[in-house]
């Protein structure tokens, strides 16, 4: 509605489930910010902000009390406005831990960007709004029940701070790496994912197309004759109750019908780069996206040019966060973006363990262009991948178990919040004793 009404939406913050302010005795909140640019001047913003509250069903009551929405100027370029209408910087932004977190998520920890300068130069500090946020408690207090970072997924909000997520893989095609050609049956399907949800799964990913170096790429329609039947089956099953399901594509096609179909997340291994409609296309159906870090495509992807690296970590943030900035200019919104660093995509043995080793460096390198996008959920997925057998010796990818798991571990405990592996019941001991390792250390 904003877009309709003459504001570019550029950046989004994450999204924050806060306890109620002034007004205690309400529901909780949701809180979140955006960034933009418009020609609409200050009045003529807030006139069509004031429209849009209406609209979406916003009357006069409590002040402070419950509302549908609530659509603030926090900031308008370098301006000082105080008239009887509209005070801009917004009075209260440092008195308020839910406007303070976002607005600083849609901040670099080190830009050039000068209007972020002279934003920082209208806070009361010094040190600008990251010295007002740090005054509040900063990132100390996100994850505490006065306000928590969540991903709107199917009918709930994902607190993925608490624990580990573990997702359990679903493969459908004859040339899997690893299970390839065991579960194309449907009666086959339902038995493995039965078997997933009983070990502990918390997602299930479902793929339909091979994306190992060199695989044959199918069409959208080839990949959706594989995948429907599956998909219609396993959504019929009380076990799913509670579960989430997430679709492997890089297809927009394949997204829009999966989601259609009872599919909650949409995991796309190109970033957007293969099919480029599917960022539109996500941004429409309104589900999460994972984005993925990989060079090329899975034919070209471990090719001699496309594993060259002078810093991975480094260039993995800079590649992934372009692949954010894509999918946020195409409306997906930051709250509703996990990353994947691409485990086993345009990468060899060093660097993918430089890459499990360095997540934390990555989160640091993304912040500094993004602090929003450095917070989102990451998801890490080095289940039985060929590195690992490298490195053990082992062939047969069914026997990378055990260095999946210790891979995971390193994963989890420098900040990977989801985890996906073929083996779900030793991925959730995994999970359950890194968090527990986590908890201890800090």
């Known amino acids: 509605m904003m877009k309709n009404s003459g504001v570019n939406i550029t950046r989004h913050a994450c999204l924050y489930e806060t306890s109620p302010a002034y007004v205690t005795d309400q529901p909780r909140f949701l809180n979140s910010a955006v960034r933009g640019t418009t020609k609409l001047e200050p009045h003529e913003l807030l006139k069509k902000l004031k429209e849009i509250e209406k609209d979406i069903g ?62 920082h130069s209208l806070a009361k500090c010094t040190g600008g709004f990251f010295e007002s946020w740090d005054k509040l408690g900063g990132e100390s207090i996100i994850g505490t029940e006065g306000i928590k970072r969540v991903l709107p997924v199917g009918n709930r909000l994902l607190d993925w701070s608490e624990r580990t997520l573990v997702m359990g893989v679903l493969n459908l095609t004859p040339d899997s790496f690893s299970d390839g050609g065991k579960f194309q049956e449907v009666e086959a399907a339902i038995a493995q994912t039965k078997l997933l949800i009983s070990e502990g799964a918390d997602i299930i990913d479902i793929g339909a197309q091979s994306t190992r170096p060199l695989a044959r790429r199918l069409s959208a329609d080839e990949e959706l004759e594989r995948l429907v039947p599956v998909l219609d089956a396993i959504t019929g099953i009380p076990e799913m109750e509670g579960k989430l399901l997430s679709v492997d594509t890089f297809y927009a096609e394949v997204a829009a019908e999966a989601v259609k179909r009872g599919v909650h997340i949409v995991n796309d291994v190109s970033g957007g780069q293969i099919d480029p409609r599917i960022l539109e296309v996500v941004a429409e159906l309104g589900v999460p996206y994972v984005t993925m870090h990989m060079r090329g495509d899975p034919s070209t992807m471990q090719s001699e040019q496309n594993l060259l690296y002078g810093d991975v970590c480094k260039e993995v943030a800079s590649e992934l966060y372009k692949r954010v900035r894509q999918a946020e200019l195409s409306g997906i919104p930051l709250w509703r973006i996990v990353l994947d660093p691409g485990i086993g995509f345009s990468k060899n043995s060093k660097h993918n363990l430089e890459v499990i080793m360095g997540l934390e460096s990555i989160r640091t390198e993304i912040g500094k262009m993004s602090l929003g996008a450095s917070h989102v959920p990451i998801l890490l997925g080095p289940s039985r991948k060929r590195f690992l057998g490298e490195i053990c010796n082992r062939v047969n990818p069914t026997e990378r178990d055990a260095a999946t798991m210790v891979i995971a571990t390193a994963g989890i405990l420098n900040g990977a919040n989801i985890v996906r592996v073929h083996n779900v019941k030793y991925g959730v001991d995994t999970a359950k004793v890194s968090d527990a390792l986590s908890k201890g250390r800090r």
């Open 58 to 119: 916003r009357t006069d009551g409590i002040r402070y009390g419950p509302r549908p929405i609530d659509l603030d100027i926090l900031l308008y370029g370098k301006s000082h406005i105080s008239t009887e209408n509209l005070t801009v910087p917004h009075e209260r932004i440092h008195e308020r831990p839910f406007v303070l977190a976002p607005l600083v998520d849609l901040l670099g920890s080190s830009t050039d960007d000068n209007v972020e300068k002279s934003w």
